[in-house]
């Protein structure tokens, strides 16, 4: 659950876990000790300036009623002008400094307190966006960070916990079977080590799935980009999952064989391959017996759309816009061995397409079925035949 935004100048509306309460008016840290220091040193320096501007033009004054002759009415209205020009400046110049010090002295300070906070890891700390300009838009800016790195950090544990709970799981079922072959409640038959193999597999799949996504968000993942024919991909994937499909009692086939082979596009061939693959192994887990799975692949405006479509249990419209987060599954009650991969197959494939420049869409309806939609460049050679 996301941490309450609370804006800096809102009141205070109790702890948030276990931190200490902040001061009544809501404000970060400090914000009283920084905003202090900038008035203080406001009124330093006006004062400093009015002492200046006073004393310059009182000994001016007295120079020109010295130099200057005339009576002494004159002299007295001269002598006050000046006087009160002496003070009029400074307190102009007093009024413009307090109204530059509201508009752009104190949200400074807000956002230099707000900055403290989030240093010292309060992410949900805000500050007023209501200044104009260049701080206002700086606030805008600086609440913007915040929220993306609250999201992060809340993804970043959320992350922590589901790889611990995944990793968990198969490490029991291990560390179960050897410890019961140790103590003779097993026999090491072949079923108790193929099980044990099984687990093994599955904890390095999910490791293997973690530092590819680690690699592609790092922008570290080697890609080995070539022309690849996406008919003849999306034929050799049919075939591979045929026998699954069969034992599956569902109808796996490719809509048009004989029109995808003419769709070229520039990829990676093993990370196209783990694409395609991730999504027809999603539509063989939600597609129950009789069912039909599709792979299609059409070209719209210089764009090659790879689509695989299944009539099967579909994603609730709440549900789509989760359906690429890690870890996440709309049917809690599976389980893991419903959901082999460990809720990582489909971000997987999102940060995949990603890479290659594209992007990837779903389209669902409960109990009807859902087509996944890849969108990749065509190769920029294909349309003049090489």
């Known amino acids: ?31 009283h000790r920084k905003r202090s220091f900038l008035l203080r040193r406001f009124f330093a320096v006006f004062f400093v300036f009015f002492v200046l501007v006073f004393g310059s033009v009182a000994a001016m004054t007295l120079l020109v ?5 005339g009576d002494g009415q004159n002299l007295l209205l001269i002598w006050i002008g000046s006087c009160g020009l002496a003070i009029l400046v400074p307190l102009l110049i007093f009024g413009a400094g307090m109204r530059t010090y509201r508009r752009y002295a104190a949200p400074l300070a807000d956002v230099m307190a707000a900055a403290d906070a989030v240093a010292d890891g309060d992410l949900s700390v805000r ?4 200044a104009g300009g260049e701080i ?59 099980a044990t193999l099984d687990e093994a597999r599955s904890l390095g799949r999910l490791v293997e799935d973690l530092q590819t996504i680690s690699l592609v968000e ?53 990370r196209l391959d783990q694409i395609v693959t991730n999504l027809v192994a999603n539509a063989l887990r939600h597609t129950p017996a ?13 764009l090659v ?16 816009p989760r359906v690429f987060d890690r870890f996440w599954r709309g049917d809690r009650s599976r389980s893991r061995h419903d959901s082999v991969g460990g809720g990582l197959g489909l ?17 669902s309806e409960v109990s009807q079925g859902t087509t996944f939609t890849v969108t990749l460049p065509q190769y920029p050679g294909a349309e003049h035949g090489e």
Request: proline content about 8%; hydrophobic content about 35%.
């Open 1 to 31: 659950m996301p941490r309450p935004q609370r804006p800096l100048h809102a009141p205070w509306r109790g702890h948030w876990r276990n931190r200490p309460p902040r001061q009544p008016s809501g404000h970060a840290p400090g914000w």
């Open 65 to 69: 009623t010295k130099l200057v002759d």
């Open 127 to 130: 500050v007023s966006e209501q």
């Open 136 to 194: 206002g838009g700086l606030a805008r800016s600086f609440n913007h960070m915040t929220e993306e790195l609250e999201r992060n950090d809340q993804q970043r544990r959320n992350m922590s916990a589901d790889v611990a709970h995944e990793l968990r799981t198969p490490l029991h079922i291990i560390q179960g079977n050897l410890e019961g072959v140790l103590d003779k409640v097993y026999e090491p038959t072949d079923e108790h080590i193929a």
């Open 218 to 270: 790092a922008g570290q993942l080697p890609m080995q980009q070539e022309t690849v024919d996406v008919g003849e991909l999306l034929t050799d994937i049919s075939t591979s999952f045929g026998p699954a499909a069969e034992i599956a009692e569902i109808n796996l086939q490719v809509a048009h064989p004989n029109r995808a082979p003419s769709l070229f596009v520039y990829a990676d061939p093993g």
């Open 290 to 302: 009789g069912g039909q799975i599709l792979l299609d692949a059409i070209l719209e405006e210089d």
């Open 305 to 320: 759309q790879i689509t695989v479509a299944d009539n099967g249990d579909g994603i609730s419209e709440e549900d789509l």
């Open 347 to 363: 971000a997987i494939v999102r940060q995949l397409v990603e890479a290659h420049g594209g992007h990837v869409a779903v389209e």
